[in-house]
């Protein structure tokens, strides 16, 4: 399996354009989560899915950020209009489940998202 | 609501020599606990995993790391550091009462010739 696949790698952006990051988890995982991880905040969660539904979205930051899972092997996290503190990277990880031996989140490179 | 921390934001070891690396949790179910590798510009890579089984748990690359619920720590350990170590280190733990994943602000592991 080539593991979690996250596009794009780096993107750059203005300031009020919407950015759409891309996630797509390891076959046959039924969990995926996004975190964002930036020096002040450290790694945070902001959601994750089962089965393609969304569980628990308390950490999405505010209203400007949204994520779909329209099916089992693709995600989007949105963020639209983008602001400068969104500058972060972006971490997508996928597992099989939650609690004993399938507790093992597997993540993506990242997306490193700068907003000017 | 579960927290984890780590002591030290930096830790400088040379070649050869032992790596400890601290966390200490709070936590007010039996927890799992994790301990996972960033390199540079990669994602995080899980190295062990405590989930209730031996308290001492082996994970890849040489590393180890002891449950000690009386001292609430899951500290992490090598017997000898590699070059190839160099990286951040995220002590991490959930509660399965809320399935909250809290992860430590890590810690930078410096490794010298």
């Known amino acids: 399996d080539a593991g979690v696949i996250q596009s794009p790698r780096h993107e750059v952006t203005e300031m009020g354009q919407e950015v759409t990051l891309r996630c797509k988890p390891i076959?046959?995982?039924?969990?995926l989560f996004w975190y964002r991880q930036t020096m002040m905040r450290g790694l945070e969660l902001l959601i994750y899915?089962?089965?393609?539904?969304?569980?628990?979205d308390s950490g999405m930051p505010e209203d400007r950020f949204s994520a779909k899972m329209p099916n089992a092997s693709f995600s989007t996290l949105k963020i639209q209009p983008s602001e400068p503190r969104d500058s972060a990277v972006y971490f997508c990880?996928?597992?099989?489940?939650?609690?004993?031996?399938?507790?093992?989140?597997?993540f993506g490179p990242g997306t490193r998202l700068t907003v000017l | 609501a579960q927290s984890v921390t780590q002591l030290d934001s930096h830790v400088s070891v040379s070649e050869g020599t032992p790596v400890l690396l601290r966390c200490n949790y709070s936590?007010?179910?039996?927890?799992?606990l994790f301990w996972y590798v960033q390199h540079p510009n990669k994602g995080l890579q899980l190295l062990l995993k405590?989930?209730?089984?031996?308290?001492l748990v082996k994970g890849i690359n040489g590393f180890e790391a002891e449950f000690k619920k009386s001292e609430t720590s899951f500290h992490l350990t090598k017997p000898s550091a590699h070059m190839s170590d160099a990286a951040e280190y995220f002590c991490?733990?959930?509660?399965?009462?809320?399935?909250?994943?809290?992860f430590g602000a890590g810690t930078r592991l410096t490794v010298k010739p």
């Open positions: 990880a996928s597992s099989l489940g939650l609690g004993g031996p399938a507790d093992t989140q597997y």
């Open positions: 076959s046959g995982h039924d969990y």
């Open positions: 899915f089962n089965n393609n539904v969304p569980i628990d």
């Open positions: 936590s007010s179910y039996s927890p799992s």
């Open positions: 405590y989930t209730s089984a031996a308290t």
């Open positions: 991490v733990v959930r509660d399965y009462n809320n399935n909250d994943m809290r």
